[in-house]
Every structure is written in C-alpha cells, then in structure tokens.
C-alpha cells in the first residue's frame, strides 16, 4: 500500500487568506441594470430605471407589450459570464481579493455588453412597433424601427456595480 499526502493548501497562511476573501466572495454581489440615482432623463418626465422598468413588464393600459431585457440577455450569455464567475472563485480559493475583484468586474461588463447588445439582437423577440407608435416616432424625427430604440440613452445606461450584499 502506498499513502499519498497531498497539501492542498500550502501553509496555514494560504488557507487563511482562503478564508478571508473567501467570505468577500460571499459578501459581494454583481448587478447588471440601471442605478436609480443615475438614471435621470433629459426630458426629466421619467427615470431610465423606471423606463426599462415598464418596458420590461409592459404597460397594457398604455399598449406596450412586455419587452424585457436584462434578464433574456443575462440568461442567453450566461455560459461566458458563468465562466468569468468561475474564475472569481478560483482566484478567492488561491486567497487573491484583487484576482478576484478584477474577474467579478469582467463578470459584471461581460452582462452589462451582453444587456445592452441584446437591444438590437435579432432573437430578442420583441413585438414590432405599432402604427401609432411608429408615428410617434415620425413626428419626433426618428425612424428607428426596433423598439425600445431612439436615442440609446435607455440602452447606455445599463450598468453594472459590484458591491457588498447588503
């Protein structure tokens, strides 16, 4: 019989480190959306946040069908950004916090880059503009036939934040 040791982490000062950013992990949170705070509007009538919100969900008192975007995106690249995740991990479990910070901050452009592209992608399936509104749109000089898609601000404010759980 022959006994094999492993030392799987090193020295009592690697595990330690392990466990410190290991409970950063676990105490951090990436979000991909659009803070409240810096979701202001020209037009000042309505926040980006809570655009997205009613887009998202839509509005059938106001005849706008449900268009969501983060989620769909967020779901469609999650094997890429699931990957970036893993990486995260991998970097908390060799005790490196700054490893770890830099992969949840690629995590985070990977969703905000996968959101925002999912505006314009074709297998969004968004329901086409009506008339009515295709008329709106006219009038305001514009003939973006996607939805959703007038000026981009709606789309460049998606972000993303990494933070602490709160």
Excluded: W
Excluded at 62 to 91: F, H, S, T, W, Y
């Amino acid at each position: 019989m022959i006994n094999i040791i492993a030392d799987v982490f090193g020295t009592d000062d690697n595990f330690k480190a392990m466990r410190v950013v290991m409970k950063e992990l676990e105490n951090t949170q990436v979000l991909v959306g659009i803070p409240e705070d810096k979701s202001a509007r020209e037009d000042g009538q309505i926040t980006n946040a809570g655009l997205l919100y009613i887009h998202s969900n839509g509005s059938p008192i106001n005849n706008i069908p449900a268009r969501p975007v983060i989620e769909p995106a967020l779901e469609q690249d999650k094997e890429c950004i699931g990957k970036v995740m893993g990486d995260a991990v991998k970097a908390a479990m060799d005790g490196n916090s700054a490893g770890m910070r830099q992969n949840l901050d690629k995590a985070g452009m990977a969703g905000q880059s996968a959101a925002k592209g999912y505006f314009t992608d074709p297998s969004n399936g968004f329901a086409p503009l009506s008339d009515a509104r295709r008329k709106q749109k006219e009038k305001k000089g514009s003939n973006a036939e996607r939805p959703l898609i007038d000026t981009s601000d709606l789309r460049n404010s998606i972000t993303y934040v990494v933070r602490k759980k709160t």
